[in-house]
């Protein structure tokens, strides 16, 4: 999955696995930026919810954020193999647990398209998480000259 400082070679390429880390990390701080701002609007337009609706929504921001930030960090340090996965792993589990419990609450409460980022996003964490299991697994060595 990641990349490595000694010279072993994981079972596949990972250039794809690199610009996915790299696409889910902006796009996740981006997205968490975009919802902070857009909810302080909100609220100052409306006034301030119940403290169960700010909760919710700092909690989908700081998981944004956060599992934004830790793909990011992941792709920085690529070629660094222990922190790019425990990097990457944290950030998949990070944003899963935003996009697993929220997923049935848009799906009863609001508008279907609202779905569709948190099924996203957890999906390639999902398949982040499955690369990370499989680069501990499948390693071939390689020869150094």
Not at 42 to 50: A, H, N
Request: net charge positive; proline share 6%; aromatic share 8%.
């Amino acid at each position: 999955m990641c990349g490595t400082t000694r010279r072993v070679k994981l079972a596949g390429t990972t250039e794809p696995m690199r610009q996915l880390l790299r696409a889910l990390g902006v796009v996740l701080i981006l997205g968490g930026v975009g919802h902070a701002i857009g909810v302080v609007r909100f609220y100052v337009l409306s006034g301030l919810p119940d403290p169960n609706r700010l909760l919710l929504d700092v909690w989908i921001g700081e998981s944004q954020l956060l599992g934004g930030a830790m793909f990011f960090a992941a792709f920085r340090n690529f070629q660094d193999d222990k922190i790019c996965r425990v990097s990457s792993i944290m950030g998949a589990l990070i944003v899963l647990a935003w996009a697993v419990p929220i997923v049935p609450v848009i799906f009863v409460r609001a508008p279907r398209y609202l779905l569709i980022p948190p099924l996203v996003y957890g999906l390639a964490s999902v398949c982040v998480l499955i690369a990370g299991r499989r680069a501990g697994v499948h390693r071939v060595r390689s020869r150094s000259f």
